[in-house]
Structure formats: C-alpha cells, structure tokens
C-alpha cells in the first residue's frame, strides 16, 4: 500500500515557522519529484515547491522563494517543507504529492490526505 502522510501543520502567529513533514511508506520514491501543493478557501490549488528525490534539485514558487525551503531525508522516507517568516496569505490546506516528470500537465500519482496551515495576525 503506497501512502503519503502530511503532518505538522497548525495555528502559527506572522512571522513565526513551522515545518510540515510527508512520510512515504509503500514503495521507492527513487526518480519521483516529491511536491508540496496548497489550497485556500475560495482560491485554486496551487504549486509551492518540488524537489527530485534522487538528485535534491527543488523549484519554489516566487511567492515562497527566500521563506521556504524543501528537503528529504532519504533514510526516513520522508520530505519536509520548512515554513519561515509565515504571513496570514499563507493560510492554507497544505498537500504532499508525488510524480514521474515536470512534462508540462503530467499527472500526480499520488496525494496525501492534506494537512491545515492557518497563519495569525
């Protein structure tokens, strides 16, 4: 059974941080591009960041870029999004998924349940 887990998320004051965690279990990730997606009410899903599994390549998002930063840890299994100098637009639904290549509209194979980010003034 091929499972991503999302944790760590929770209520946070601006300019605090936090770190999300997505635990792997069922499979390899070798050679997949591990991806951290957010939600917020009433807006589309969008991209945060991604990293190649294999190599540590990563892409942010500009809204993300300098605040957050992405990892794994190979020996766990798990990938890790590191939350800093948060603002309340960060808010959001916070997913972990997981694909093959950044071809233009490739699908995700696979999704974690979400975990909530939800960021005070």
């Known amino acids: 059974q091929v499972q991503l887990v999302e944790s760590g998320g929770g209520l946070v004051q601006a300019g605090g941080s936090l770190r999300l965690s997505c635990a792997a279990s069922?499979?390899?990730?070798?050679?997949?591009?591990m991806n951290w997606l957010r939600q917020a009410p009433g807006k589309e899903r969008e991209f945060v960041a991604a990293?190649?599994?294999?190599?540590?390549?990563?892409a942010y998002a500009g809204s993300v870029k300098g605040r957050f930063t992405i990892s794994r840890d190979n020996a766990k299994n798990t990938v890790y999004l590191q939350m800093n100098s948060l603002k309340p637009e960060d808010t959001a639904v916070y997913y972990c998924a997981a694909r093959r290549t950044v071809a233009p509209a490739s699908p995700y194979d696979y999704w974690g349940q979400g975990t909530q980010v939800t960021v005070s003034s």
């Open positions: 069922g499979r390899t990730f070798s050679g997949y591009i």
């Open positions: 990293i190649h599994w294999t190599s540590g390549i990563t």
